[in-house]
Nanobody, 114 residues
Framework: VEIVESGGGSVQPGGSLRLSCVASGTLGLITFRRWYRRTPGKRREIVAGLSSGGTTMFAESVKSRFNISGDNTKNMVVLEMNNLKPEDTGTYYC?????????WGQGTQVTVSS
């Protein structure tokens, strides 16, 4: 199984980025697709999640700014990030799987700075 993230980069505050994640290989049943991030000085935290049924969740710090969507046929999940702030800077990780079996990408860097 391989999880590949793309779309990271550097933007100014107020800018936008779109992160994509595609999973390939024999994944089996996927019940959740999530994005986590590790920001400087903090532990890894969940940013957004999408269940196989379409339910979404967001960390309080990103609500109304980020959106998550997915394509079950492509094992893809997308994180759209708007109105980015310097505190959003960090490494973003894609996580897909089900209870007891999940997969992680290597991470993609997001830097928000003026």
């Amino acid at each position: 199984v391989e999880i590949v993230e793309s779309g990271g980069g550097s933007v100014q505050p107020g800018g936008s980025l779109r992160l994509s994640c595609v999973a390939s290989g024999t994944l089996g049943l996927i019940t959740f697709r999530r994005w986590y991030r590790r920001t400087p000085g903090k532990r890894r935290e969940i940013v957004a999640g999408l269940s196989s049924g379409g339910t979404t969740m967001f960390a309080e710090s990103v609500k109304s700014r980020f959106n998550i969507s997915g394509d079950n046929t492509k094992n893809m999940v997308v994180l759209e990030m708007n109105n980015l702030k310097p505190e959003d800077t960090g490494t973003y990780y894609c996580n897909q799987g089900r209870m007891g079996r999940d997969y992680w990408g290597q991470g993609t860097q997001v830097t928000v700075s003026s």
